[in-house]
């Protein structure tokens, strides 16, 4: 029971997360436009704040934050398509709000993550353990797909119970 509630406590966090970095960003916007890392910091440290993580705790949600934002920019912007593509599985699934919230999130950084890209040139792992965003993750030991319609914390692989994992791209 305590383990689900501190699962819980994590995916909220991720949420909230999210929601305060595309908040700062809007914000952002009228002035001039500060880094994600800024931003992100901002979001971590209000959590902090508002007792709703530890420092180590918001610091993995804030890594996991970053990593999706990254991703999906980082897909944005080789293929040009559509961010609905990235997520691999019919959007009706997902809840409007959490879609809006990340896209418009996801497309405000991506002039940042282009920037970023070039220090990130290694493929995105992601791990047993870690909290990720909707959308489709592959095992990279047998190539199973898990699908994630909200915010989760990632299991061990149903079918090889390895721990390592890519977005959407089987091996």
């Known amino acids: 029971m305590?383990?689900?509630?501190?699962?819980?406590?994590?995916?909220?966090?991720?949420?909230?997360?999210?929601?305060r970095v595309h908040h700062l960003l809007d914000d952002a916007e009228e002035q001039a436009i500060p880094t994600l890392q800024r931003n992100i910091d901002r979001a971590?440290?209000?959590?902090?704040?508002?007792?709703?993580?530890?420092?180590?705790?918001?610091?993995?949600?804030?890594?996991?934050?970053?990593?999706?934002?990254?991703?999906?920019?980082?897909?944005l912007d080789k293929t040009g398509k559509e961010l609905s593509s990235w997520f691999s599985f019919d959007l009706q699934l997902v809840e409007e709000r959490m879609l809006d919230l990340f896209a418009r999130a996801a497309d405000?950084?991506?002039?940042?993550?282009?920037?970023?890209?070039?220090q990130a040139k290694r493929a995105q792992e992601y791990h047993t353990g870690e909290i990720a965003a909707i959308g489709t993750l592959v095992c990279d030991a047998c190539g199973c797909e898990m699908h994630f319609k909200?915010?989760?914390?990632?299991?061990?692989?149903?079918?090889?119970?390895?721990?390592?994992?890519?977005?959407?791209?089987?091996?």
Do not use: W
Not at 2 to 19: I, R, S, W
């Open 150 to 171: 909200k915010t989760s914390r990632i299991p061990p692989c149903p079918k090889c119970h390895k721990t390592i994992f890519k977005r959407g791209v089987k091996n």
């Open 44 to 75: 971590k440290k209000r959590a902090v704040e508002l007792r709703e993580l530890s420092s180590e705790e918001a610091e993995k949600v804030a890594a996991y934050v970053k990593r999706d934002l990254h991703e999906a920019a980082d897909y």
């Open 108 to 118: 405000k950084t991506r002039l940042e993550l282009n920037r970023l890209a070039a």
């Open 2 to 19: 305590e383990q689900d509630n501190f699962e819980k406590k994590l995916v909220d966090a991720y949420d909230k997360m999210m929601e």
